[in-house]
Nanobody, 126 residues
């Protein structure tokens, strides 16, 4: 049973920073790609960032490029999302997810991800 637990969300003013973490358990973390997604109220879940199993492949949504950084520590079974220069439009619930079939890549498509965490709320005030 794959379990993903996100943490690090909270309330921050525009221009501030947050670091999200996603701890995975009970599976071979280092053999899968990982992704971060977010969902704002009334909107569909959208891709934020993804990272391949060995960190060689990384991809970002255009809206976060230059502000967010995804990284992973396979020894700790954890993936991170460093978020800088936050904007009110970054507000939403942030989810991490596991992608097993394309571990060397960083897929953007939501449907390719197999397991999801419960999410952590990020609120950016103006």
């Amino acid at each position: 049973q794959v379990q993903l637990v996100e943490s690090g969300g909270g309330l921050v003013q525009a221009g501030g920073s947050l670091r999200l973490s996603c701890a995975a358990s009970e599976y071979t973390f280092s053999t899968t790609a990982m992704g971060w997604f977010r969902q704002a109220p009334g909107k569909e879940r959208e891709f934020v960032a993804a990272i391949g199993r060995d960190s060689a492949t990384i991809d970002y949504a255009d809206s976060v490029k230059g502000r967010f950084t995804i990284s992973r520590d396979n020894a700790k079974n954890t993936v991170y999302l460093q978020m800088n220069s936050l904007k009110p439009e970054d507000t939403g619930v942030y989810y991490c997810a596991v992608e097993r079939d394309n571990p060397w890549y960083a897929p953007q498509e939501t449907y390719k991800y197999d397991y999801w965490g419960q999410g952590t709320q990020v609120t950016v005030s103006s």
